[in-house]
């Protein structure tokens, strides 16, 4: 008898979070730079949510699409984007471990030089473009699924494709991250599918 019960349940529940996380941390972020200006005692304050909510969402994205890696692997045996995926969660890493530092020095005013904020922001940059370079080869590839499979993963990957297109030009990056939350709730939708419903498992006579 096969078993009802979803594996990539939390990886759904998760990537939802990460679609719902994107949104506070922006606008804390932008919250921290405009209490810089007008209220540096706040600025600090507001660092500390704001270091929350992008360490959740961080954890969340990563958790979602290290699983979606293994959701293609198992139901679909599709394996074109593995190390693509584990090239995206390292450069996700090493910019969210280079930017938080970034960003409490630059609120307490160390970074104030525009030399030191054009140097300091130059490898923010370079990992946006070459994520969002990987993030467009993800989708190309996708889209050579088998054409039964569900139309999410179209979607997925034309979200994909739009989201890194905006990342590359680094300056639209902000509409990429809201195109990005959209890519997570159709990836939530795949998660939470009954394997049952997916066209391309097996049928047993």
Not at 20 to 32: D, E, H, K, R, W
Not at 80 to 102: E, F, K, N, Q, W
Not at 176 to 204: H, R, T, W
């Amino acid at each position: 008898m096969r078993s009802t019960e979803n594996e990539f349940a939390v990886a759904g529940y998760l990537a939802i979070a990460a679609a719902i996380l994107i949104l506070p941390s922006f606008v804390l972020g932008i919250a921290t730079e405009v209490a810089k200006h007008r209220a540096p005692e706040l600025s600090l304050i507001l660092l500390i949510p704001y270091f929350v909510v992008t360490i959740a969402y961080t954890f969340a994205a990563i958790y979602a699409i290290l699983k979606f890696r293994l959701l293609l692997n198992k139901r679909h045996d599709f394996h074109a984007i593995d190390g693509l995926i584990t090239a995206i969660v390292i450069g996700v890493i090493a910019m969210t471990l280079y930017a938080l530092p970034l960003k409490f020095f630059g609120l307490t005013g160390a970074l104030d030089e525009p030399p030191l904020v054009f140097l300091a922001v130059i490898p923010i940059a370079v990992v946006g473009v070459v994520l969002g370079i990987l993030g467009i080869i993800v989708g190309a590839r996708l889209l050579n699924l088998p054409a039964e499979n569900t139309s999410y993963y179209r979607v997925y990957a034309w979200l994909s494709i739009a989201a890194g297109i905006c990342f590359v030009t680094f300056f639209l990056s902000p509409l990429g991250g809201l195109i990005d939350a959209a890519a997570n709730i159709v990836l939530a939708m795949l998660f939470l599918k009954p394997d049952s419903e997916d066209p391309q498992q097996p049928e047993f006579v």
